[in-house]
């Protein structure tokens, strides 16, 4: 059993949880994931490492309520248990000294893109980060993303909080600017990753992006994860989750996505059905 430590509500439908799991956080790097089941009947989904505590021996989660299992953790709070906890998964990313880096967050992307910008700069580059949301309700940890970072920008959609547009046009006003930029890491949904590689690409910036594709038991069997990236079939769970954003189909990666969506809402509403009115039972 995997104790929750500490529970914190970010916004209405944001939520951090740190788990006690020491085994883990002696081993994790920047970049990789995990998979938990909070329980027998549970479904194992894949949550990206936000932070870690080698010393007190937690991992720190930041999940947005999406689907039925999401909205089911969200309700547990410090002192429960979850019963499977397993990782580190994943390649981590590939830190070395580039130069002048972009890190970009974009809504619950925030989370994962912070250990690997702290890591970059540790690494002894120039940071700049990009923290962009649908509004300012969504926006969190600006102040520890942005403590990582030598220029650090907002922007919303709405213009609530920041500049108003989106994060890749905060990347075009970066790059016009600074001249040079010798690498980018944007982590956010597959749009936000899509365009930010557009901007990228002629320019022959080094870009990459974390996927996060369906998955099922993350070790490279099943191959619900695959994803194709230049002329080859690759898996997330293995090969990534991190792939040149250059390579990628992102078409084919939106495509995947929305094919469980009626499964899924399918599944929220039972899991919210007090029985006898929709025939879930």
Request: contains cysteine; charged residues 25%; negative net charge.
């Amino acid at each position: 059993m995997y104790k929750i430590l500490k529970k914190e509500v970010l916004s209405p439908t944001l939520k951090l949880f740190e788990i006690e799991a020491p085994k883990v956080a002696k081993k994790c790097q920047a970049g990789q994931f995990i998979i938990l089941r909070i329980d027998e009947k549970g479904e194992r989904i894949p949550l990206t490492i936000a932070d870690f505590n080698r010393e007190k021996g937690s991992i720190t989660l930041i999940f947005a309520e999406v689907g039925k299992t999401t909205q089911q953790l969200g309700k547990m709070e410090a002192g429960d248990n979850l019963l499977d906890f397993v990782g580190p998964l994943g390649r981590s990313s590939d830190i070395e000294k580039y130069g002048r880096v972009v890190c970009i967050g974009a809504g619950v992307g925030i989370a994962p893109v912070f250990p690997i910008t702290r890591a970059l700069k540790q690494a002894g580059n120039e940071v700049i980060g990009i923290a962009g949301a649908r509004n300012k309700e969504l926006l969190f940890w600006t102040d520890e993303f942005k403590a990582q970072c030598d220029e650090f920008h907002i922007c919303t959609d709405d213009g609530s909080a920041g500049q108003k547009g989106f994060v890749s046009d905060i990347l075009k006003k970066v790059i016009e600017e600074k001249g040079q930029v010798d690498y980018v890491i944007a982590i956010g949904p597959i749009p936000a990753m899509k365009v930010c590689s557009e901007v990228t690409k002629p320019l022959g910036i080094k870009t990459f992006v974390s996927l996060n594709s369906i998955m099922v038991d993350g070790t490279g069997m099943c191959g619900a994860c695959r994803v194709t990236v230049g002329d080859e079939t690759k898996f997330a769970c293995v090969d990534g989750p991190e792939f040149d954003g250059h390579l990628v189909d992102f078409n084919e990666q939106i495509r995947r996505a929305q094919i469980f969506k009626d499964e899924e809402q399918r599944a929220v509403e039972a899991a919210s059905c007090k029985g006898g009115c929709c025939g879930c039972q």
